[in-house]
C-alpha cells in the first residue's frame, strides 16, 4: 500500500473543507488510514484555506512537510502558487483555472500572478500541471458552488481508486437537493483532465 | 457526563456543539469562561459528572475558579478542557496551560490524536473522582482540528443521580482556616498522582534503538514517530505531574535523551528537576506549531538525524504574491461604522472578535486589542490620559456580555466620557455564529430570555443610550457624533445581523456600477469589500471603472451611499 499525501489549498467559501471531508473519506473507503488536519483559521472571511489529508498504511503526522506533498488540488490559482513550495520534486498539481482576488490587488495595490507565472513556478516543482476549468464547468451544469467536486471528479483520475468509492463519499457529505449535479460535476471532472493535455 | 458548560473559543467551540447531540448531557453556553467552570465545578459539587471546556486564554478568565476548584475537590469527575492553540491560528498569545496544572496542582492530560482526545475523558474523570481534584485535558489545535479514526468504546452504564446534597463545610468553604488546612492534603494528593502516573497505560516507553531517546507528548508524538522511526520513545499522555522512576528507567536505557515538545519547555523542565541531562529547546523551537519538515531540519542540525536524512527539495523562485488574510465579509454590518470612525478620526480602542479585522487597511480603523472584554476599560484609561483626541471602544454582542458589562459599570460609576460602540450582529461570529445571552436561544436552539445591551447599559447607569441600524452611515455617524460630543458616558448600538446568518441570506442580493455614472474615483473601494473591484473598463479620465461581483455581493448598500455619484444601484 503506497502513501499518498494530498494538500488542498483554495480560498473561504470555496467548498476546501468539504472536498477534504470526501477525500479523507474515500481514503477510508478504500482501505487506508488517513488523517486530515485543516488549517482554516477564519475560513469564512475570504482568507487562505489549507487541508492536508494524508493516505498511508498507517499515518503518523497529521500534517505534511514542505516539500512532501504528492498531489496538491488547487481551487484558486494564486493560492496554488502560494503553496507550491508543499509539493515533493515531481509531485502533481490539479489547480481550478480561476481567479478570486484578494482586496489588495482589487483595489490596485498589488498585482495578481499572470497565467504565465502560475505555470512557471508550479513546472518548476510538479511532474504535471493539470488545469482543470472547474468553475466553467459547475456553470454549465448550474451550479457555480459545485466546482470543488469537478476538482474531485479530476483528482480521482490520478489516483487508484474506484468512482464509485468517490461517489458513495459524495453522496455521504453534499447537501441531498444537491447530490445530482454534485455527481454530474465529479463525472464532468474525470473527463475534463483526460480531454487536457498534461503540461 | 451529565453536564458541560462552555463559551465558544477557537479551537474549543466544536466540543459543545457535539455535545449538544447527546439528550442525556446539559450542555449549556456560558457567557463566559469563568461562569462556565462555576457551572461545572457546582455540578460535580452535587455529585455527578460534568465537564468545563475553553480555549487556552479563557483558561486566564477562569482561572480564579480553576485554583478554588482544586483546593475543595468535588463529589464527581471534573474535566477541564483547555484547548492550547501554538502558532496562534486564532489567538493573541500562545500560552501553554501546562503550566496551570502545575500552578494550580492539579494533573494534565495531553491527547495524541482523536481517538486519544475521546478516550482521555474517561480517564481524566476516572482520575479526578479517585484523587478528588479538576483534571485538565489539553488538546491543541493541531489535535481539535484534525480527524483521525476513532473507535467507539461501550457506553458506560448511565448512573442515578446521587443525593442528597453532601454538605461539608470544612471541604467546600473555603475561608482561611479551612483553606490552611486543605493546603497540605491537596500536596500529598499530587505525590499520590505523581506514584499513580507510574503505571498508566498512556504514559509508555517504546523501546527501539537506544542511541536516541525521545520525551514526547501531543501531537509531537506523531512527529517524533515520523522523523525518527528507529528512536526509542517515551510517550506521556499525562503531563503533569511527570512519572520520575518511568522518566528515570528510560533515561538510563538511551545513550541521548531528547524532549520533543511544543511550546514550553515544559516536560524538559520537570525532567532537569530530577538532575538528568536533557535536551529540547536548544534543538527545537519554542515558537509556534511544530511539524515534520522543521523537526527534521532541527534533529540534522543538531546531528540527530545524520544529512542524509534531509529530503530533495525543488529550487523555487515565488514572485512577491498578494497575501490573502482574513478580512470583513461582503455585507459586513461592521464595515459601515468601521468607515464612519474612521471618517471621524476617532482613536477605537477595540476587542476581539470579526471586528478586529478593521485594524488592516483600508479600514485602517481600529488601534488597540487585546482580550476579550478589555476595550471598555482601557477606553476609560485612554480618555481619563486627559489628551485632546477623543477615543471610543468597540465591543461586539458576545464579547460584551462576554466581559464587557463590569467595563462599563465602571464607565457609568466613574463618569467616563469615552463613548461605547456595541457592533450587535446578533451572534457570536468568530467562531462560527453560536448563541448568546443577546440572541434569546440556547445552545440547544430552545427559546428563552432575549438580553438588550440597550437595557443591561441603562440599569447600569447610563442615561444616553443611542441605537441605530449598522447599514445607515448617516445615522451611525450622527450617533456617533452625539455619543462622543456629549456630556458624560453614552452607549451607541451599531445592530444589523451578521449578513451569514440563514435569515440575512433570504435577503441577499446584487448590486451593480452604473457605467455611465461611475468615474473611477475609488471612493467606494475604501470600504475594503471584497465584492467591489476595478473593471476593465475606464472612464473618460482614464480612470478604471468599478464593477460588483455579483456572486460575492450581499445588496448591503454601503458603497452606495459612499458614492457621491449615485453610480452604484439594483439592477
Known sequence: MTKLDFLLVGVGGQGTLLASDVLADTGLRAGYDVKKSEVHGMAQRGGSVTSHVRWAEHVYSPLIGRGEVDLMLAFEKLEAVRFAGFLRPGGVAVVNDQAILPVSVSAGTDVYPDDGEVRRVLGAVAGRVHMVAGLAIAERLGNARASNVVL???????????????????????????????????????????????? | MRVAAAYPGTPSTEILESLVGYPEVTAEWAPNEKVALDVAIGAAYAGVRAMAVMKHVGVNVAADSLFYASMTGMEA???????????MHSSQNEQDNRRYCKFARIPCLEPSDSQEAKDLVGLALELSEEFDTPVMLRPTTRIAHSSTVVELGERAPERDVPGPYHIDPAKYVMVPGNARRRHPIIEERMGRIARRAEELPCNRVEWRDRALGIVTCGVAYQYAREVFPQASILRLGMTYPIPAGLVRRFAEGVRRLVVLEELDPFLEEEIRLLGLEVEGKAIFPRCGELNPAIVRERAIEAGLLPEGARLPQASLSLPPLPPRPPILCPGCPHRAVFHVLRKLKLVVNGDIGCYTLAFQPPQSALHTCGCMGASIGVAHGVARAGLAQKNVAVIGDSTFFHSGIPALLNVAYNRGTAATIILDNGTTAMTGHQDHPGT?????????????????????????????????????????????DGDGPAVVVARRACALLPEARKTWHALAVDAQRCNGCGLCLQIGCPALMRSELKAASGRALVRIDPLMCTGCETCAQVCNRGAIGTK
Open chain 2, 440 to 484: 434569546g436561544r440556547t445552545l440547544r436552539g430552545e427559546k428563552t430570555v432575549r438580553v438588550e445591551p440597550e437595557a443591561v447599559a441603562r440599569s447600569l447607569g447610563i442615561e444616553r443610550v443611542y441605537t441605530v441600524d449598522s447599514y445607515d452611515l448617516q445615522a451611525v455617524e450622527q450617533a456617533v457624533r452625539q455619543a462622543i
Open chain 1, 152 to 199: 474531485l471528479g479530476a483528482l480521482s483520475r490520478l489516483v487508484d481508486v474506484p468512482a464509485e468509492l468517490w461517489l458513495e463519499s459524495i453522496a455521504q457529505r453534499v447537501p441531498p437537493p444537491t447530490l445530482e449535479v454534485n455527481r454530474a460535476a465529479f463525472m464532468a471532472g474525470r473527463e475534463a483532465i483526460g480531454a487536457i493535455p498534461t503540461a
Open chain 2, 77 to 87: 469527575g471534573l474535566v477541564v478542557v483547555s484547548a492550547d492553540d501554538p502558532e
